[in-house]
């Protein structure tokens, strides 16, 4: 998904990691939202920067723009959740980063996970009945909380939006858009 098509223009977008978050699912969806024309900023746990993890190794490091306990849901449009194996096994520890996601499922906006990032929805208490896709490791974990999982590329389900592995990307990254349009004005408009 390489078009720039600003149709996501006046949306601002969270991506929400820590180190050891899978390169590719962070920064893929990342330039595509850009590209679309939303404001995505990368919230963590710790200021600085954060280190992806790259299939094998560890990867780029990534600018965090905010920490995660001083953002507020109401100031996005969307929420992000990259995977990695690390990456939602260090959020689920954190109770500001937890509280935000619950915060922002419960609010209706898009949330939208790959991977292991689904392992954090399954934390904050938000996968109970919907359907949902995941790396397939993490397959128990969603039905053992709730959640209808399938094996499928993408799926959308109400606000969330969830999807496989980094291969997925594309489908991922028009699903996101997808929802966000229709589910979430940009901030400027809403009242």
Not at 110 to 126: D, R, S
């Amino acid at each position: 998904m390489n078009t720039q098509n600003h149709e996501l223009k006046g949306r601002k977008i969270a991506i929400l990691a820590t180190d050891g978050f899978e390169q590719s699912e962070l920064t893929e969806p990342k330039q595509n939202l850009e590209n679309a024309g939303a404001k995505v900023d990368v919230l963590s746990i710790h200021e600085g920067k954060i280190k992806g993890w790259n299939k094998t190794d560890w990867g780029s490091s990534v600018k965090v723009d905010h920490l995660v306990n001083e953002a507020k849901p109401s100031d996005y449009d969307a929420l992000v959740l990259p995977g990695g194996v690390m990456n939602p096994d260090h959020l689920r520890m954190n109770k500001p980063a937890i509280s935000f996601v619950r915060e922002f499922a419960q609010s209706g906006k898009p949330i939208a996970a790959i991977c292991h990032g689904p392992q954090t929805l399954i934390e904050a208490g938000v996968v109970k009945g919907h359907t949902m896709t995941s790396y397939p490791s993490i397959h128990t974990d969603l039905m053992n909380a709730g959640a209808n999982w399938v094996d499928r590329a993408v799926v959308t389900d109400a606000n969330f939006i969830t999807s496989r592995t980094p291969d997925d990307i594309p489908a991922f990254s028009r699903a996101i858009t997808q929802t966000i349009l229709q589910l979430s004005p940009p901030l400027a408009q809403a009242s």
